[in-house]
Each structure stands twice: as C-alpha cells, then as structure tokens.
C-alpha cells in the first residue's frame, strides 16, 4: 500500500515569500503530526491533528505558521513570510487510531530558503 | 519533565562487530517505545514497537529490549547497510497522542 506522500521533495524560495508543503497520509489514519528536523537537530514537534481539528498547536514556531487538514486527509502546513531560520526539513507522519500505533513518516519537504 | 536520551550519539563499528545503542527515558508512565531507522534524505522508517519490561523484539541483524528505564538496540555482526541514524520514540501515558524523540545515534558500519 501506498505510504505516506510529501510535496514538493525540495523547495528553494526567497525570504519574504509564503510557501505551501502537502502531506498525503496513509488511508485510514486519522491521526497527522507535522515535524521540523534541523540539519543534526532533533525532531521537533510541530502541530498534531486528529481527523481535521488540532487540538494540539502548541509547537508552531510563529503565528507565520499554520496548518490545516480537510476531509480527515490531506493536510497543508504554509509558512508565511519565510526567513532564514526557517530552512529544515519538513516531515509529515500519520497514524492509525488507537494507543501504541507508531508514527509512519514521509520522505519529508527540504525547505531552503534564501 | 519527560525526556528521552540516546547514547552514543555517533558509532563507527567494523563490518561483523556486534554492538548496542542505548535509549534512556523518563516520562510518566510508558505506553510505548519505538525505534525507526532514518537513512540520509528519507523519513525515519518504523522498525519496532515495546510495550513493557523485558520485552524483546527482532528483525534480521536488529533486536530492541526494554526495561523500566532504558531500551538497547543491539546489532548483531552489522553490515555497511546497516549504516543509518536510528531514533528512539516513547508514548507517555499522560499525552497519549505525544512522542517524544530522542537526538538519535548516527552508525557507520565500515567494509
């Protein structure tokens, strides 16, 4: 079966602009979670949904972050007037429900920004 | 504070040289902990679930145990595509959507 699909794989952008990353979760999985990993950095907890409400927001960096998800699916996380800091890379991971299901991630989004 | 911290964070080990990685944790009370493999330019992949003490898991040349306080990755005579960065998740039973990510150890297993 088909996992979990990020898009774009790379993106370059200029500071100051917005930027879009897609994440298609594995069918069914009705929990989404978006994490920044920082180049010999940790994962770092962004935003988690479950269905499309996020009752969990607490670790957008800025209020130049947000994050939606529609149809208990596809989620988007856009980032607004991106800046330097903001270049890592993106992963996206779903989750079947029920305790102890383990995260399934994708490929994840590399964001430079220049 | 629940917190979670792999050791060493790098490993060089010689082709067919047994080693461990570590991954201490406290939180409150343990769901769950996991171990994924996390390969340059891909997102970690899966490897092993644990639930409770004494546990045991294996997969080919990777076997994941678990106490109350720490978890072992033990690999057995490695090959140079065992060469990864491996992560250590848990649950806590407090946030049961939570995972909580260690730093990871980077390995090398050279020919």
């Known amino acids: 079966g088909a996992g979990v699909s990020q898009s774009p794989s790379n993106k370059v952008t200029e500071k100051g602009k917005d930027v879009e990353l897609r994440c298609d979760p594995i069918?069914?999985?009705?929990?989404l979670y978006w994490y920044r990993q920082s180049l010999g950095q940790g994962l770092e907890f962004l935003i988690y949904?479950?269905?499309?409400?996020?009752?969990?927001k607490s670790g957008l960096p800025s209020d130049r972050f947000s994050a939606e998800r529609t149809g208990g699916s596809v989620s988007t996380l856009t980032i607004q007037r991106t800046q330097q800091e903001d270049s890592a890379v993106y992963l996206c991971?779903?989750?079947?429900?029920?305790?102890?299901?383990?995260?399934?991630f994708g490929n994840g989004t590399r964001l430079t920004v220049t | 504070e629940d917190q979670v911290t792999q050791s060493p964070e790098a490993l060089r080990l010689q082709e067919g040289e047994s080693s461990s990685l570590n991954c201490s944790y406290t939180?409150?009370?343990?769901?769950?902990l996991f171990w994924y493999r996390q390969d340059p330019g891909k997102g970690p992949e899966f490897l092993f679930t644990?639930?409770?003490a004494g546990e045991e898991k294996e997969k080919e040349r990777l076997k994941a145990t678990l106490t109350k306080k720490e978890s072992f990755l033990h690999i057995t005579a490695p090959k140079p595509e065992d060469s990864a960065t491996y992560l250590c998740?848990?649950?806590?039973?407090?946030?049961?959507?939570?995972?909580?990510f260690g730093t990871g150890t980077r390995l090398k297993v050279l020919a």
């Open positions: 069918s069914g999985h009705t929990a």
């Open positions: 998740a848990v649950q806590p039973h407090s946030g049961t959507y939570k995972y909580i």
């Open positions: 991971a779903s989750a079947a429900s029920g305790p102890n299901s383990p995260l399934h």
């Open positions: 949904f479950q269905g499309n409400s996020a009752p969990d």
């Open positions: 644990l639930y409770s």
């Open positions: 939180v409150s009370g343990l769901r769950g």
